[in-house]
């Protein structure tokens, strides 16, 4: 039950885009199309696992022994970078289909701060390894359903007959914005 | 202040250690898990600018350099790298992008700057073309021309567009992507883009009729239609009052340059031609030629379409014939075509029709002479009496006296005024009574 509201909170509740504002740039960059908005989900959501996974050991087996808490930004950054890069090489010699399909967006995971975020929230709230993991893929299974239904909504939008000054970015935002508070009804369901 | 050396010696090591077995793990992987990859991608990626800005249409730099290995994508797609990236890329490739590599340009569609137009009002308001627009449509007296607050500058990211001293926009041609921002910015539409290798464009975007492009500009063009008379390849087409070219049929040469009585063509290449100095030697030519101008004729009927046609006003009414202007005009024979009469004709030629028109004139009386035998003009029974043709008689040669009245031959000068008048179509040629 536990791990549940972990995996909810994460993903819903406290949405990493749409309640932490954490990963915009991706979100409004990358949802024009529901399938490359997926593909560049699915890639969030590998790095986060993983990522969450590594964090927990490097903070509980160096920096917490050594008395090295104020290099977590540092550390996890390198983890991160690194991670992103096994993850593409990994994924090009395991699959070139997926590599292609991911494209530009699996290096762009490097700069995503909603994984820096989620690193960073791990020795913050003291979970362990198990939670730790649930976290990071609840975290990512919200960014993949925000960044989804983004385009779905942006996708349909083409068809509409938007007023001159609101096409494009600005049209953008006021659906995210919009998005946003529909999220926040979730508030309710999970305690923060 | 105490430093804690054991904390710094840590944090060094500490992160020193981590750096090391990411690194390491790093290196294996990328061992472990090379994959062979066509060697022009790498060589491709890094000619390529690296600003991943998808403008080829790829995700990325190293997309586009896949797709261009792959045969996905032209050499020359980039359009933020150039031409000098596509040689390049070409290169590697073993492609020559001489060929293939076409670019376009944005070019501004107006030559009519301070020094050619004149302001019609103080604009005093924000230095933005769109502003100015709305307000009263800005201040130059030309309704097409280019503002010069310089929009299209402000909105291009390459910085390849600047105002000059004569307050139009200059394109740089190195910095320009062809990336259509500053079109899609400009309230007037005063720029397109044309072909790299294109040298030949028409600065002009007035639709307006010769006469008011006079008045508000000293080079747009007035649609007069010679360049697209001269233009060899048929490339210059005149609509709305302007000339339109089609690049794709151009080959440079220059000539509705040369030909054109105004001056909105830019010749790339050359400085600004100087259009004085083309006019003289064309007269020089005309001289040479003999040709003299276009000059009218007597046969001029005073029915004004070559004053309607004349994109320069070069025609006057004020006497018959009318009389062409030599110094205004451009020699478009637009009113050649118009005339009814086929009355406008190079002067040459009009030497020759002189003596033409007198031998003819010779024969008409001979043929008059021929006619007279045909008995001249006869009443027949038809006659009704109603006078109509005495009323409209200008020698009063019919007498009424008789019905059917009578015709006097000595008197008829036979205009037929009153074959027109008679209501029953007793007045007929005598031969043709006979018949």
């Known amino acids: 039950m536990e791990l549940l509201l972990i995996f909810f909170g994460a993903a819903v509740a406290n949405n990493f885009i749409l309640a932490r504002f954490l990963g915009i740039c991706p979100f409004l960059g990358v949802s024009k199309e529901v399938p490359t908005a997926f593909s560049m989900g699915m890639a969030v959501t590998f790095v986060m696992t993983t990522s969450a996974i590594v964090a927990w050991f490097v903070q509980g087996f160096v920096l917490e022994p050594l008395g090295l808490e104020f290099l977590q930004t540092m550390s996890f950054i390198l983890i991160i970078s690194s991670f992103v890069q096994l993850t593409e090489m990994a994924v090009r010699k395991i699959s070139e289909p997926l590599y292609k399909a991911l494209g530009i967006f699996l290096p762009l995971i490097t700069t995503n701060c909603a994984i820096l975020g989620l690193a960073l929230l791990i020795p913050e709230r003291g979970y362990n390894l198990i939670e730790s993991v649930i976290f990071g893929f609840g975290a990512g299974a919200g960014f993949t359903l925000a960044i989804v239904l983004m385009a779905g909504m942006r996708e349909n939008l083409k068809f509409a007959d938007v007023p001159q000054p609101f096409q494009g970015a600005p049209m953008t935002m006021i659906i995210a914005g919009l998005l946003a508070l529909a999220f926040m009804g979730f508030g309710g369901i999970v305690a923060m | 202040m105490d430093i804690d050396v054991e904390l710094i010696k840590n944090s060094i090591i500490g992160m020193g250690i981590l750096g090391g077995i990411f690194a390491t793990g790093l290196t294996i992987a990328s061992v472990k898990l090379a994959v062979e990859i066509d060697p022009r991608v790498e060589d491709i990626d890094e000619v390529l600018p690296g600003a991943n800005c998808g403008a080829c249409g790829q995700a990325g730099c190293g997309s586009f350099a896949e797709a261009v290995v792959a045969g996905n994508a032209e050499v020359t797609a980039c359009p933020v790298g150039g031409s000098e990236v596509a040689e390049k890329i070409g290169e590697i490739m073993g492609i020559d992008s001489g060929e293939a590599l076409i670019p376009d340009i944005a070019r501004v569609m107006c030559k009519g700057g301070k020094i050619e137009t004149y ?175 276009l000059v009218i004729t007597e046969e001029c009927v005073a029915c004004d379409n070559c004053i309607e046609e004349c994109p320069v006003d070069a025609i006057s009414d004020e006497e018959e014939p009318y009389v062409i202007d030599q110094d205004e005009c451009v020699e478009c024979e637009n009113c050649i075509e118009e005339c009814p009469t086929e009355a406008i004709v190079w002067a040459d030629e009009a030497e020759e029709e002189v003596a033409e028109a007198e031998e003819e004139a010779a024969a008409v009386e001979e043929d008059d002479e021929d006619e007279e035998a045909t008995g001249g003009l006869v009443i027949t029974e038809e006659c009704v009496a109603c006078d109509n043709c005495i009323e409209e008689c200008p020698v009063e040669a019919i007498s009424d006296e008789e019905e059917p009245y009578v015709i006097d031959q000595d008197e008829c000068v036979e205009c037929e005024n009153c074959i027109e008048e008679c209501p029953t179509e007793a007045i007929v040629w005598a031969d043709e009574k006979e018949a």
């Open chain 2, 119 to 293: 302001r019609r009002s103080s604009y005093d308001g924000i230095e933005s073309c769109k502003a100015a627009t709305v307000a009263a449509d800005g201040d130059k007296s030309c309704a097409y021309g280019c503002l010069g607050f310089g929009d299209c500058v402000n909105v291009c990211n390459f910085d390849a567009i600047e105002i000059n001293e004569n307050g139009l926009p200059v394109v740089n041609d190195e910095n320009c992507t062809a990336c259509n921002t500053c079109i899609d910015e400009c309230p007037r539409d005063m720029l397109s883009l044309v072909p790299e290798n294109k040298l030949v464009y028409i600065r002009c975007n007035s639709t307006q009729k010769g006469k008011t492009v006079k008045d508000v500009c000293t080079v747009g063009c007035i649609g007069c239609g010679v360049c697209a008379k001269k233009c060899p390849t048929g490339a210059i087409s005149i609509e709305n009052n302007l000339a339109i070219m089609d690049y794709e049929e151009c080959v440079n040469c220059g000539v509705c340059a040369e030909v054109c009585p105004r001056d909105p063509f830019k010749v790339l290449g050359t400085e600004d031609v100087d259009i004085e100095a083309l006019r003289a030697e064309r007269k020089d030519d005309a001289e040479d030629e003999g040709a003299g101008g």
